[in-house]
């Protein structure tokens, strides 16, 4: 099997204890697959004593927000003593994903963990993406492969826009919506026919900056409307921490001041706006190619662009609280937080359908918000 991922993807390594924000930690349920369970079944020792069942799923159960399993090292006492065989399928596999398309896989490591995070933010600017063989067997789930070779083709355009040097940050967000608007328009989700096209104009950089153009400018008041009405609607979402949700209130509070002082924040910390493409790249190449299966493209787009947005909002505040502190420990952090409350959550969905019916996350207001 062909397999398709970020260069960097094999140097992805759990660092256990070291890591800041241990995901055993997080008080997140934790799947154990049927054969792990049956193992454990099989040996005894307690184990299953800590995992609830209804007979179909099986989940480790949390104690004091962590796994009963982390020893005092904050280590895996299971992998520990039984080896890596012998521990569930999500533990051996977090925070990597991958998805099947016969004799094709593709594979990534998400941002809700913080190695991961530094991997991807420290290929800021050239990430680059390869393939490798494997001997798994092919996939048999039916699959569309004109489709698939089209929306691949337009995600690579889509990869070489986002890390153009041409366009500013700003320009790149608007290019994306405005590529998720005409796949909307075209109906691109049911004609690969669509895809290509959009690949050919969007390949074309004159031609990219010409479309932003066409969007013309927002006065400095429409876009702090914009951001407060976008912020509004992230308040309404689900979280596990306060972090987060403190964070939100913290950019509403001084929207004024982060908006007056974007430029001045990108003078000051120019490696940024590359991270935060860094950050749209990997969620382009994660959930793109669900359009190869029919999902609409435009929500895909308008979340690559929040997830940029919201970023950068928050190292704004967070370089104006304490500008001596802010740095790449800082976006780490931040990155994995969104992920973690966002992505890793119902809010993904939640966010990707007020695309279509909440006024707050309208095109006219996304493009006001990716001016900031």
């Known amino acids: 099997m062909k397999v398709y991922g970020p260069d960097f993807f094999k140097d992805f390594h759990c660092i256990g204890s070291s890591c800041l924000d241990n995901c055993c930690r997080m008080g997140w349920d934790i799947e154990i697959d049927d054969d792990t369970y049956s193992y454990y079944s099989s040996i005894g020792n307690g184990i299953c004593g800590h995992i609830s069942s209804d007979g179909k799923e099986h989940y480790i159960m949390q104690e004091n927000g962590q796994c009963p399993f982390l020893n005092e090292k904050g280590l895996c006492s299971l992998l520990l003593e039984y080896g890596e065989q012998h521990i569930s399928q999500i533990c051996a596999q977090h925070p990597r994903f991958y998805q099947w398309f016969g004799s094709n896989k593709e594979a990534g490591t998400g941002l809700c963990c913080e190695e991961s995070a530094r991997l991807w933010l420290e290929h800021a600017g050239k990430i680059s993406f390869c393939e490798w063989e494997t001997d798994e067997e092919d996939d048999d789930l039916a699959f569309d492969a004109q489709m698939l070779e089209a929306v691949r083709n337009a995600r690579e355009v889509l990869f070489d826009l986002v890390q153009c040097d041409e366009l500013t940050l700003s320009q790149k967000m608007k290019a994306l919506l405005i590529f998720g608007l005409n796949a909307q328009d075209m109906g691109a989700e049911d004609e690969p026919e669509c895809y290509d096209e959009l690949a050919h104009i969007f390949s074309d950089i004159e031609k990219v900056k010409e479309l932003v153009g066409q969007l013309g400018e927002s006065t400095q008041e429409e876009i702090t409307v914009a951001c407060f009405d976008v912020l509004s609607c992230f308040e309404e979402l689900d979280y596990m921490k306060g972090v987060f949700p403190g964070a939100i209130g913290r ?66 505040l967070m370089w104006l609280e304490d500008r001596e502190s802010f740095g790449i420990t800082a976006q780490i952090n931040a990155v994995k937080e969104y992920s973690k409350e966002v992505e890793y959550s119902d809010n993904t969905s939640a966010l990707w359908e007020c695309v279509y019916t909440d006024s707050r996350l309208s095109a006219d207001r996304i493009a006001k918000i990716a001016e900031v």
């Not at 509070?253 to 493409?277: H, M, W, Y």
């Not at 959930?287 to 970023?311: D, H, K, R, T």
């Open 251 to 316: 950019i509403k509070s001084r929207l004024d001041s982060i908006t007056a002082n974007a430029g001045a924040f990108d003078k000051a910390c120019p490696e940024v706006s590359k991270q935060l493409c860094a950050v749209g790249i990997y969620n382009i190449f994660r959930y793109f190619i669900e359009c190869a299966s029919g999902a609409q493209c435009l929500p895909i787009m308008v979340s690559s662009i929040l997830n940029m947005w919201f970023i950068r909002m928050w190292d704004i």
